[in-house]
């Protein structure tokens, strides 16, 4: 295989991030420095080493955790604040987030060591749906709701239209279900407070029709071969 594409396979970076390493003369094989972006690697035989260490094709894990308010969805924090990679680390292989969730936002976190497709499931050129249930203070108007709908503007753009729904509201909050594919910094939170309704507390129920299930918050679970196939045709890799 060409040898980005192993560089990739192995979770050190993307295809086009792995190029660059190669043109910056980082990447050996064998012992010897390559350059060329035709260089092919036998996995079973060749010696791979990335500045100095060698990199290997790990087995694939897919993880979905049930991110707990007040952990940062890193892989490690100068503050010394806990991160999901902490929840995970009996795992035998190393696993990153895809994409993030806030520091106080609760439930699905998918996490793996499959570059490519994390890659796409985070990119909006391929528009996976991930799904909200939101606390928000007072009662949502038709008009409110309708506009999260539609789009609003959240300072850098419109929002794409939404699927919203009320679920309940009682006392001085409500409970609605925002579905969105784009993943803009705290989005649902800017997207509810641009209709006038403070976001009380965010949790993510589903990502790419992987939904949260009965985790308690930290626990994790592997998916299923059949959820992430699921996810594969979702962003097309299936086809490649």
Do not use: W
Request: proline share 4%; hydrophobic share 40%.
């Amino acid at each position: 295989m060409r040898l980005q594409h192993f560089l990739a396979l192995a979770g050190l970076a993307s295809r086009r991030r792995s190029e660059k390493l190669i043109a910056a003369g980082r990447i050996s094989v064998n012992g010897q420095v390559v350059s060329a972006m035709g260089t092919k690697v036998d996995p079973g035989r060749d010696v791979v080493k990335v500045d100095g260490e060698r990199v290997d094709i790990e087995d694939k894990v897919y993880v979905l955790l049930n991110k707990p308010a007040g952990c940062l969805s890193a892989v490690a924090d100068v503050r010394g604040r806990p991160t999901v990679c902490e929840l995970v680390a009996d795992l035998p292989v190393r696993v990153y987030p895809v994409g993030r969730l806030d520091m106080d936002t609760e439930g699905v976190l998918l996490m793996m060591n499959d570059g490519p497709l994390c890659y796409r499931l985070t990119h909006p050129r391929f528009g996976v749906e991930k799904v909200y249930r939101v606390e928000v203070q007072g009662r949502p108007s038709q008009e409110a709701l309708e506009s999260l709908r539609e789009g609003v503007d959240i300072r850098g753009g419109i929002t794409s239209p939404a699927k919203v729904k009320l679920i309940s509201s009682r006392g001085g909050s409500s409970v609605i279900e925002i579905s969105i594919h784009e993943g803009r910094k705290r989005q649902v939170k800017r997207m509810c407070k641009a209709v006038g309704h403070a976001v009380v507390s965010l949790k993510r129920i589903d990502f790419g029709g992987i939904r949260l299930g009965n985790l308690r918050p930290g626990e994790y679970r592997l998916l299923s071969d059949s959820e992430v196939a699921k996810l594969k045709r979702k962003t097309l890799l299936e086809t490649e």
